[in-house]
């Protein structure tokens, strides 16, 4: 089945550094990746869509220039937290679709990023 | 507003015994829902989906358009079904995502 790849698994920076976490298809192409954060014990939230070859399409409140996505791949998207704070601290988690916008609608997730800023 | 709503954070029962976790939604169209299932220390997963009617280890979902409703049933709960579930509902807009609800944490005692 399709599997998807997320790197690092956890990661720990310093307040002001930047951080890029890596989303893979591994055995498909994802034309549309998803960017979810959870805090702890509450559900995930919806931070972005990205569609490979243009721009991501940012959820109201979430910080475009805070939160880069890219997806320059039909198996890459990546998220990178810029000048990180305390409160960036989170659990990233991303997914893709694989097939036309109306086509199948499931998800397959990745195993999560965990991030603390000191 | 597209939403989903889990009333229920914890719902505990016995090996054996039935299992109904709760799932409300209020979408403005023709809604596709879904259940999504995390066991502990595992990856989030589709467990199913309204428009495939199936039956996947033992649970089922029927969606009541009257209710608003989607709730996710077992007859006899097994101890390995013990779980994260979370409702999802797609947004049929162009971005197509997903909104979940807050999750129930279902606990099935020996």
């Known amino acids: 089945g399709a599997v998807v790849s997320q790197h690092p698994s956890w990661v720990i920076c310093k307040s002001g550094t930047s951080v890029k976490i890596e989303c893979r298809s591994l055995?498909?192409?994802?034309?549309?990746m998803f960017w979810y954060r959870q805090f702890p014990k509450q559900s995930l939230m919806l931070m972005a869509t990205?569609?490979?070859?243009?721009?991501?399409?940012?959820e109201q409140g979430v910080e475009k220039d805070k939160f880069l996505i890219n997806h320059a791949s039909l198996t890459l998207s990546t998220l990178t937290v810029t000048s990180a704070h305390p409160e960036d601290s989170s659990f990233y988690i991303c997914?893709?679709?694989?097939?036309?916008?109306?086509?199948?609608?499931?998800?397959?997730f990745g195993a999560g990023s965990r991030l603390t800023v000191l | 507003a597209q939403r989903v709503t889990q009333p229920e954070k914890l719902l505990s029962v016995f090996k054996g015994a039935p299992v109904e976790l709760k799932c409300n939604y209020s979408?403005?169209?023709?809604?596709?829902l879904f259940w999504y299932v995390q066991y502990s220390r595992q990856r989030l997963q589709l467990l199913l989906r309204?428009?495939s009617r199936e039956s996947i280890k033992g649970f089922t979902a029927d969606l009541n358009k009257g209710e608003t409703s989607f709730h996710l049933k077992k007859p006899f709960a097994q101890e390995e079904d013990s779980a994260m579930y979370y409702c999802?509902?797609?947004?049929?807009?162009?971005?197509?995502?997903?909104?979940f609800g807050t999750g129930t944490l279902l606990a099935v005692q020996p």
């Open positions: 309204h428009i």
């Open positions: 979408y403005s169209g023709s809604p596709e």
């Open positions: 999802a509902l797609r947004d049929g807009g162009a971005t197509n995502k997903l909104i």
């Open positions: 990205s569609n490979e070859g243009s721009k991501a399409t940012y």
């Open positions: 055995d498909f192409q994802a034309t549309t």
């Open positions: 997914s893709a679709k694989t097939g036309p916008v109306s086509g199948a609608n499931v998800l397959t």
